[in-house]
């Protein structure tokens, strides 16, 4: 194993993946309506067609007023529904083509568009095809005169060739969602370069000297523009509960224990027992939250990373970060975090591209959502390994 080089960096804030998902509620409802417009339009067109193409069987009225039909004719009952299936099949994978490209970075979300939007235009032609065809059969037979042939109901039987046009749409979406690329992922920066505009002009702007290595080069942070981006929400909830009582409450800062536990609200069976810092009267065999916050800036780093090295071509093998903090405390009683550094050691397949490797954490840091939500920098010192 040989170690290729390393590099400290710290990209700017990531402005957050292009897209339908980012797109204000109203104007992704407009997309929404538009889609539901479409498939109207297109359950119009299909019910013409519907009942231009359907050969429709009937009964002949004979002298005797009784009307009879073939045993072709009764094996026919079903090609309006047979014909209504076929054509809904090809227009509902179109339909679901369109749901995916438009929809497709929503998530989860896409199958209902996918699902919606066909029934609609399968019920409009179903509806079109009803109108344009001859019409309910009893009145038409009780009207007829002998040797008239009389057409059956161009209609709809069964439930299955309406559930059709929601498996002919359902196709494309999860075959793309299984086989092929995220819908973000086109969006995301392969090898993003740090854009030194984004900076505050109060930056520590001496503290960029260049340094040996691959990517030389660090960069000092005192603030970053603020900006507002407009995206999906994703929540979160937990519940903490205190276990420090040990009798008379906060009677004393000597009287009450420190510990208490944390319960995800995804998670209910698990819990974290917690603390606070030995320094201020916790339980060093307990989490606290300044060791929290380390741990989710270098995990939150870790997946953004693998996630820039897959769009990068480059292949992981193994990872392993010795992440620190340094906080400081104020007169007042209060305190900060002024700087966490991650030392992350990466070993990359032999064949991989050990530059890209390195340009990759700037690319991991600019979609960290936990380092885009902190006041403080957070600064790389990457070491990038071949297998071999």
Request: glycine share 12%; hydrophobic share 40%; aromatic share 8%.
């Amino acid at each position: 194993m040989t170690s290729t080089g390393t590099g400290t960096s710290e990209p700017s804030q990531h402005t957050g993946v292009a897209g339908l998902g980012d797109l204000p509620v109203g104007l992704a409802a407009g997309w929404l309506v538009g889609y539901l417009l479409l498939c109207v339009l297109i359950g119009i067109g299909a019910g013409v067609l519907w009942e231009r193409i359907t050969d429709l069987p009937g009964y002949t009225v004979a002298q005797n007023g009784t009307a009879t039909t073939t045993e072709r004719g009764l094996a026919g009952f079903i090609s309006g529904d047979a014909s209504f299936a076929a054509i809904g099949f090809f227009v509902s994978i179109g339909l679901g083509i369109i749901a995916w490209k438009w929809f497709g970075r929503l998530g989860w979300p896409v199958v209902i568009v996918a699902i919606v939007g066909p029934i609609c235009a399968a019920l409009v032609c179903w509806w079109v095809g009803y109108k344009l065809g001859p019409g309910d059969f009893d009145p038409r037979l009780a009207a007829a005169r002998p040797g008239d042939f009389v057409p059956i109901t161009l209609t709809v039987r069964t439930p299955v060739a309406l559930l059709v046009w929601t498996f002919g749409a359902l196709i494309p979406v999860l075959l793309r969602a299984s086989l092929g690329r995220d819908p973000e992922e086109s969006s995301l920066p392969r090898r993003a370069p740090p854009d030194r505009s984004e900076w505050s002009d109060r930056s520590d702007r001496s503290d960029w000297s260049d340094r040996s290595g691959i990517t030389g080069g660090r960069f000092g942070w005192a603030g970053r523009r603020s900006r507002v981006v407009t995206g999906r929400e994703h929540r979160y909830a937990l519940t903490t509960t205190w276990t420090g009582n040990l009798g008379t409450g906060t009677s004393g800062y000597r009287d009450y224990s420190r510990d208490h536990e944390i319960r995800l609200a995804s998670k209910p069976d698990q819990v974290l027992l917690s603390s606070a810092d030995p320094t201020f009267r916790g339980d060093a065999g307990r989490l606290n939250p300044e060791e929290l916050l380390l741990a989710a800036l270098s995990q939150c780093h870790l997946l953004s990373y693998l996630h820039a090295c897959v769009m990068a071509g480059v292949v992981i093998v193994d990872y392993a970060d010795q992440a620190s903090g340094t906080m400081i405390t104020t007169p007042d009683g209060g305190g900060h975090f002024v700087e966490v550094t991650l030392r992350p050691v990466v070993t990359i397949a032999a064949d991989s591209d050990p530059t890209a490797a390195l340009q990759a954490h700037d690319a991991a840091h600019a979609m960290c959502f936990i380092a885009n939500s902190v006041n403080f920098p957070v600064r790389h010192e990457p070491v990038i390994q071949v297998a071999g």
